[in-house]
Antibody, heavy 120, light 111 residues
Framework: QVQLVQSGPEMKKPGASVKVSCKAS????????LTWVRQAPGQGLEWMGW????????RYSQRVQGRVTMTTDTSTNTAYMELRSLRSDDTAVYFC?????????????WGQGTLVTVSS | QSVLTQPPSASGTPGQRVTISCSGS????????VYWFQQFPGSAPKLLIY???QRPSGVPDRFSGSKSGTSASLAISGLRSEDEADYYC????????????FGGGTKLTVL
């Protein structure tokens, strides 16, 4: 069965970087894109971008462009989302999700989420 | 302030039909598919409706989506206590360089 298992919670200081992993299993990794979405405490969903494990192509939201890098390791079927120059408003649960078809929100499986807390 | 506008709350009694609205513009809902997600506290969202009105397998037909112009709606008929959750609409937005826009979410309470 398809599973996306994310890395554990992180506590970071402002200005630091965080790298969240998302390990996929149960399907052919390079066949499906991966989307990253975050959710600040008590807030709504925010799209961060996506990556194609097939060719490494990425698309980032303007809000995090320049601070975010999404990558994949096809040898371990793992996707990564690195966010740099962390600020307190980056405190959120970060989700990876499998993109099942052509449209950006054609999402069928989600990771369990990774809480990233940014605090001095 | 979310690009897509949803009411912050909605409520209904068991068995009732409730609708949740999602208002946007020509750059998002008016020109792109709408999606609806259901989220329980502490859990990842779940896709409920895709491409305006399609249900993924496993989603009960009590849930339906519709769209007209720059607005969309999620309808839940035969409301059940287990439907109490947060609901989010989302759509691609063609403005800026293009991005996914979400509504602010609607908390549905089953009275």
């Amino acid at each position: 069965q398809v599973q996306l298992v994310q890395s554990g919670p992180e506590m970071k200081k402002p200005g630091a970087s965080v790298k969240v992993s998302c390990k996929a299993s149960g399907y052919t990794f390079i066949t499906y894109g991966l989307t990253w979405v975050r959710q600040a405490p008590g807030q709504g969903l925010e799209w961060m971008g996506w990556i194609s494990p097939y060719n490494g192509k990425t698309r980032y939201s303007q809000r995090v462009q320049g601070r975010v890098t999404m990558t994949t390791d096809t040898s371990t079927n793992t996707a990564y989302m690195e966010l740099r120059s962390l600020r307190s408003d980056d405190t959120a649960v970060y989700f990876c999700a499998r993109r099942s078809a052509d449209y950006p929100l054609d999402i069928d499986y989600w990771g369990q989420g990774t809480l990233v807390t940014v605090s001095s | 302030q979310s690009v897509l506008t949803q009411p912050p709350s909605a409520s209904g009694t068991p068995g009732q039909r409730v609708t949740i609205s999602c208002s946007g513009s020509s750059s998002n809902i008016g020109n792109n598919y709408v999606y609806w997600f259901q989220q329980f506290p502490g859990s990842a969202p779940k896709l409920l409706i895709y491409r305006d009105n399609q249900r993924p397998s496993g989603v009960p037909d009590r849930f339906s989506g519709s769209k007209s112009g720059t607005s969309a709606s999620l309808a839940i008929s035969g409301l059940r206590s287990e439907d109490e959750a947060d609901y989010y609409c989302g759509a691609w937005d063609d403005s800026l360089s293009g991005y996914v826009a979400f509504g602010g979410g609607t908390k549905l309470t089953v009275l």
